[in-house]
């Protein structure tokens, strides 16, 4: 086996672990059997079944086997992985793809050619300068796919890639399909060809769709040395019935990518207290379209919000309802877009797939469904009966409302299929970003019953009405004072009961397109020591030079008419009103100098859940947790040691960040602590050793994952690296209930509340530089009211994801709940529950602070700016009679331990 190349494959193509897996059972087989041209074929099964048990036939006349992957986890990067793999290691140059409709078969020449977004060999150098030659059903008569045809052979590899449903079709009748057919130009069929190459490899895309076809019995002829078929559904639907793959070699189930987190969760929806004996059949209906709506607007709000505040791309998503029939399906768009379904909001925002849907119609519905994902489509609702099969890669699908008649498991698994994808590619921790909700009011009992089966892709359920609020959701967008100030006009600011002088500086438009593009070119100075430095006279011309390539293409005549001094003025003014509105907040990477020691911390090993026990020779074990069969080894190969201890001591030194030097005796300490724990249990020693043989991966895997909460790093020194002097202030972004209005700061919330107070949105602020702000406690509320009391304070506010950038413990980064900035000093502020204050997790982030404070203070003291300090405040310490002095004398934290910071 090439380790080489899988591992060049991997890394370069960013294979996830069963996509690695894949390609390590390619690369064995390519060991144990010959692939050549009219092999034995028997020889060859026999040879795989003998250490892959679970294929038990190729149901070819050729080797073919099936890699079995949940849908979302990356088939077609496989497929190059596969390719570039073969051509590496074995020298194959031939290719031959199937896809099963047009959709796939369009999306598989897109995916194969260089330069587009998800081109599968970009980073492998071997393609970089000569990239495979891509021949398709529709260009191939044109000989370009023959190398006896070409003056000069450069020695790249052809893939085809050839759409089944067309040859099927062609193959009707008894008929040949066209590429057997003789071609003039090529002097032969192409099929010939194909069929005449000693070194043709087929890549079967969904396969399960055509299986049993005409056209792929005439394309199996083309005797390739190897078949390699990749389905989520290794089944082919005989009636009623489903007769599993024989060929199977890998399977990755959905249950295995949802744990994984490759996919989406499903989860399946009600109502709170909700009763369908209450309900008609059409009231049933109409209720869970309702929901479906109301968990569609909620999503689409928490999408919008997590991308504003983590400067991502905003998702569009969209509701997939699913019809009884053609009839049904029409109704239903009918019932969504008329003024009576949620006062017409929907009006052309739905689109319906079924068969009746014909012509030029049916083509402006597919390309919008094709587009769905697109920002500017306006769709959001979908209705389809049976339409939608593999190949409509959607990842915005977040909503589905199934209404037609169906058992629980046949309901989950046929409705989710198309909506697992994730938008940003992995999950990000957001519940609702990271889930697909099936609304099933009267199906939400038997299928929570059926998520109790391990194998259940549903594992949690959600009420409307408790964990969704029935008003809906609203995406609130705060603009920094600052912002405002700039582009309010003085109307419109009076309308709104403020100063006109404090919410406008500039009245003509014109003037304010200045102010704005000042804003947006300020952006590009954050790497200057601070904000005051925006008002160098070099700073400032670059500046003005900058605005006018901005402005004067959109402005023409009235940039002009303002003439530049006035520029300049708009300029000087808007940058002195920055400084005066914002916080500079320095970026910090605060690095060891000196000598720097960094190692493992003395500590007992958690055995608590080591239970493994021996295993008899080449055991197949059934995994409860995928269904998975996996073959463990049978002892071959694997050294004897002196210790059994040794066993665990030689993998854990295979670790990078392990030094056996430096660890030996923790090392042996923590592996005798393994064997210790397995003789508690196991009486002979002989079945002690055959578990550390066994199952020694696992120990060292839970052994080094117990290290790493134990590592530390000294150094004799730590200096701060500056990398930008501020950062200039964002939109904040926010959820709330549809019917939330902004509230008084001041006035207290009512006991009965305070659970819900990281629901409301508090304004009527003077010294915040945001209007509005969010509180996770009333304890944040009333440190508030004490920072809009105190004279010596200037301006504050609550800082957003990225506006600080505190790393503890290893790569997590923490987040201040206030930063503020009085006459004298700045401060970060992190109110508290008093029984908190001496736990762990809240003193490393209290540290990391502390420690960032000192540099940033450091970092001011060079131009005269004022110092930082850190304040941890117990919520018993918050009263309206404190002023900030008085909790900073109280509530100053002091780095624990200087030279043993965990993590860094």
Same mark, same amino acid.
């Given at each position: 086996m090439s380790i080489q190349h899988i591992n060049s494959i991997s890394n370069r193509l960013s294979l996830r672990p069963p996509q690695r897996d894949s390609l390590e059972i390619l690369a064995r087989i390519c060991e144990i059997i010959t692939l050549e041209k009219n092999s034995d074929t028997a020889q060859a099964l026999e040879i795989i079944k003998s250490e892959f048990s679970t294929v038990e036939d190729f149901e070819r006349d050729f080797p073919s086997l099936c890699f079995a992957l949940a849908t979302g986890v990356g088939k077609t990067r496989l497929m190059g992985a596969f390719i570039s793999y073969l051509y590496m290691s074995q020298g194959i140059r031939h290719f031959f793809v199937l896809a099963p409709n047009l959709t796939i078969y369009n999306k598989l020449i897109a995916d194969f050619k260089p330069n587009t977004p998800k081109y599968v060999f970009q980073g492998i150098s071997e393609f970089a300068v000569n990239?495979?030659?891509?021949?398709? *059903?529709?260009?191939? @008569?044109?000989?370009?796919?023959?190398?006896? *045809?070409?003056?000069?052979?450069?020695?790249?590899?052809?893939?085809?890639?050839?759409?089944?449903?067309k040859i099927n079709s062609e193959v009707r009748g008894g008929k040949s399909p066209r590429i057997k057919r003789l071609s003039e130009y090529i002097g032969q069929s192409y099929f010939d060809y194909l069929a005449g190459l000693d070194d043709l490899?087929?890549?079967?895309?969904?396969?399960?769709?055509y299986r049993a076809s005409a056209g792929v019995r005439a394309i199996n002829e083309l005797k390739p040395i190897l078949g390699l078929e990749l389905t989520a559904t290794p089944q082919v639907e005989r009636g009623q019935r489903a007769e599993p793959f024989k060929n199977v070699i890998y399977s990755y189930p959905l249950s295995s990518a949802m744990d994984d987190g490759f996919v989406k969760e499903p989860a399946v929806a009600t109502r709170e207290n909700f009763d369908a004996a209450n309900y008609t059949p059409d009231g049933l209906e109409k209720v869970k379209l309702e929901d479906g709506i109301r968990i569609h607007e909620n999503t689409k709000v928490e999408l919008e919000v997590y991308a504003r505040n983590n400067e991502k791309q905003i998702v569009k998503p969209f509701m997939l309802v699913v019809a009884q029939d053609t009839t049904h399906a029409n109704a239903l768009q009918q019932v969504i877009e008329s003024e009576d379904f949620f006062e017409g909001r929907y009006k052309d925002k739905v689109i319906t797939i079924h068969s009746n849907v014909r012509g030029e119609i049916k083509d402006e519905v597919v390309e919008q469904l094709l587009t769905v994902e697109h920002p500017d489509n306006p769709i959001e609702i979908v209705i389809h009966v049976n339409m939608l099969k593999e190949g409509w890669d959607v990842t915005n699908l977040y909503t589905i409302v199934p209404l037609r008649a169906a058992n629980s498991r046949t309901l989950v698994?046929?409705?989710?299929?198309?909506?697992?994808?994730? %938008?940003?590619?992995k999950r990000v921790g957001i519940p609702t970003v990271d889930r697909l909700t099936i609304v099933s009011h009267d199906r939400f009992q038997e299928i929570i019953d059926h998520a109790n089966d391990p194998n259940s892709i549903i594992r949690t359920g959600i009420v409307i009405g408790k964990d969704i609020p029935e008003a809906g959701k609203k995406a609130v967008i705060v603009e920094s004072e600052f912002e405002k100030t700039i582009s309010v006009p003085p109307a419109k600011a009076s309308e709104k009961g403020e100063a006109a002088e404090s919410r406008s500086l500039f009245e003509k438009p014109e003037e304010q397109e200045v102010a704005k593009a000042t804003f947006q070119v300020i952006r590009q100075y954050e790497?200057?020591?601070?904000?005051?430095?925006?008002?160098?006279?070099?700073?400032? @011309?670059?500046?003005?030079? &900058?605005?006018e390539e901005i402005v004067r293409p959109k402005q023409g005549l009235l940039f002009d008419a303002l003439g530049e001094k006035t520029v300049a003025k708009i300029v000087?003014?808007? /940058? /002195?009103?920055?400084?005066?509105? &914002?916080?500079?907040?320095?970026?910090?990477?605060?690095? %060891?100098?000196? @000598?720097?020691?960094?190692?493992?911390?003395?500590?007992?090993?958690?055995t608590t859940n080591i239970n493994l026990q021996p295993v008899s020779q080449d055991i197949l074990i059934q995994h409860l947790h995928d269904m998975q069969r996996y073959k463990l080894r049978d002892g071959s190969g694997i050294i004897e040691e002196k210790r059994p201890e040794d066993y665990m001591v030689r993998g854990l030194i295979d670790f990078n960040d392990i030094s056996y030097d430096d660890h030996a005796a923790l090392l042996y300490k923590l592996a005798g602590q393994v064997v210790t724990h397995l003789r508690s249990y196991l009486t002979e020693e002989e079945d002690v050793l055959n578990s550390l043989q066994y199952h020694q991966q696992i120990l060292v895997n839970l052994i080094h994952a117990q290290m790493q909460d134990h590592f530390v790093e000294s150094a004799t020194s730590y200096e701060a690296h500056v990398t930008k002097g501020f950062r200039t202030l964002r939109p904040n972004s926010y959820t709330a209930g549809a019917d939330e209005v902004i509230r008084n700061f001041r006035t207290p919330i009512p006991e009965g509340k305070k659970n819900r107070i990281r629901n409301m949105l508090f304004g009527e602020f003077e010294r915040c530089l945001y209007s509005v702000q969010k509180f996770d406690t009333d304890s944040e509320r009333r440190f508030a009211v004490i920072l809009e009391s105190d004279e010596d304070v200037?301006?504050?506010?609550?800082?957003?994801? *990225?506006?600080?950038?505190?790393?503890?413990?290893?790569?997590?980064?923490?987040? %201040?709940?206030?930063?503020?900035? /009085?006459? /004298?000093?700045?401060?970060?502020?992190?109110?508290?529950?008093?029984?908190?204050?001496?736990?762990e997790t809240v003193l490393a982030k209290a540290d990391a602070a502390t420690v960032w404070c000192e540099h940033a203070t450091i970092h001011a003291k060079t131009y005269g700016g004022k110092s930082w300090t850190y304040?941890?405040?117990?919520?018993d310490q918050i009263s309206e009679q404190m002023s900030l002095s008085g909790l900073a004398s109280k509530c100053t934290h002091k780095e624990r331990n200087r030279n043993a910071r965990p993590g860094r």
């Open positions: 990239p495979p030659e891509i021949i398709t *059903g529709d260009d191939y @008569e044109s000989g370009r796919g023959m190398r006896g *045809g070409r003056l000069f052979d450069m020695g790249e590899v052809h893939v085809n890639i050839f759409n089944i449903s490899v087929m890549l079967m895309d969904e396969s399960h769709r698994e046929q409705s989710i299929g198309r909506g697992l994808r994730l %938008p940003y590619g790497r200057l020591r601070g904000s005051d430095q925006l008002q160098r006279e070099d700073i400032q @011309e670059e500046i003005v030079k &900058s605005v000087k003014e808007t /940058t /002195t009103l920055y400084q005066n509105l &914002s916080i500079d907040i320095p970026k910090i990477v605060v690095l %060891p100098k000196g @000598e720097v020691a960094a190692g493992y911390e003395d500590f007992d090993l958690n200037l301006k504050w506010y609550k800082p957003a994801k *990225g506006d600080f950038q505190i790393h503890y413990s290893h790569d997590k980064s923490y987040e %201040p709940d206030f930063v503020v900035e /009085t006459k /004298t000093d700045k401060y970060i502020c992190e109110p508290k529950r008093a029984s908190e204050i001496e736990d304040l941890l405040i117990p919520h």
